[in-house]
Nanobody, 123 residues
Framework: VQLQASGGGLVQPGGSVRLSCAAS????????MGWFRQTPGKEREFVAG????????YYTDSVKGRCTISRDNAKKMGYLQMNSLKSEDTAVYYC?????????????????WGQGTLVTVSS
């Protein structure tokens, strides 16, 4: 599975952004996926995860109620809708997938990673 994240940019506080993750390869539809973020000097942080079917989703506490993770297996796409953005949401966001079918909070359990897309929340 190869992943390509996109959709980042400069967003004002309180604004919204929709990140996309385009997948190639045959196994995406059977793979759990997650979104992580990283800022300089810090470890990659779990943001949200979704299992292979989309039936189970998970969020870190700081984004609950503000973010929605989703996927379209037919299109081999994953999404992260982020609303009410705060300055502390500024980070490089990465999508990850597989090989398992569940969503994992631990970045080490994902085998495939996109290249990252920068979200900057600033006025």
């Amino acid at each position: 599975v190869q992943l390509q994240a996109s959709g980042g940019g400069l967003v004002q506080p309180g604004g919204s952004v929709r990140l996309s993750c385009a997948a190639s390869g045959r196994n995406f539809s059977r793979s759990g996926m997650g979104w992580f973020r990283q800022t300089p000097g810090k470890e990659r942080e779990f943001v949200a995860g979704i299992n292979w079917s989309g039936g189970n989703t998970y969020y870190t506490d700081s984004v609950k109620g503000r973010c929605t993770i989703s996927r379209d297996n037919a299109k081999k796409m994953g999404y992260l809708q982020m609303n009410s953005l705060k300055s502390e949401d500024t980070a490089v966001y990465y999508c990850a997938a597989g090989p398992g079918s569940n969503a994992y909070l631990d970045a080490r359990l994902y085998a495939y990673w996109g290249q990252g897309t920068l979200v900057t929340v600033s006025s």
